[in-house]
């Protein structure tokens, strides 16, 4: 049996030879960075939500329709919450990566992964540009303050 022969400490080190994809360095490099624009979205969401005004008790659905009256508003919780999924989704992937056995386990595990992050991408994104806080046709009284009957 051959013995394998490892290299000298001090030896030169060829990281060209490597034909994998540059996908896990952008996988590596994209959590860095969204980690950290994710944490001045999610500062500023909380000061504006939880810390301007009345604080929590602000909180409701008129408040809600009134942000996101706003297109900033929508385009700041829209990044958000793609970033998000997106950012927690390349974590789930490492960890299946990382921790399971076989690859039809990883595989499917993956897939999961991936339409349930795909199903809440769409569906938050579609809250997020028809949310209509003033539905024609509603009950005056039960409208936001904000809304013309």
């Not at 897939?111 to 209509?132: C, P, R």
């Amino acid at each position: 049996m051959a013995t394998p022969t490892i290299p000298a400490p001090r030896a030169e080190y060829d990281r060209h030879k490597t034909t994998r994809s540059q996908f896990e360095l952008f996988a590596w490099l994209f959590m860095r960075l969204s980690g950290v624009v994710l944490v001045i979205l999610i500062f500023g969401h909380l000061f504006v939500n939880l810390w301007s005004g009345s604080g929590v008790h602000q909180l409701d659905f008129g408040f809600v329709g009134g942000k996101w009256a706003n297109p900033f508003w929508q385009i700041w919780d829209l990044v958000m919450l793609w970033l998000a999924m997106l950012h927690g989704t390349n974590g789930m992937r490492t960890i299946i990566s990382d921790y399971t056995e076989k690859p039809g386990t990883r595989v499917a595990l993956q897939l999961t992964l991936y339409i349930a992050s795909g199903i809440v991408v769409v569906l938050g994104t579609l809250v997020v540009f028809t949310f209509n806080p003033c539905p024609t046709g509603a009950d005056p009284s039960l409208l936001a303050s904000f809304c013309k009957a």
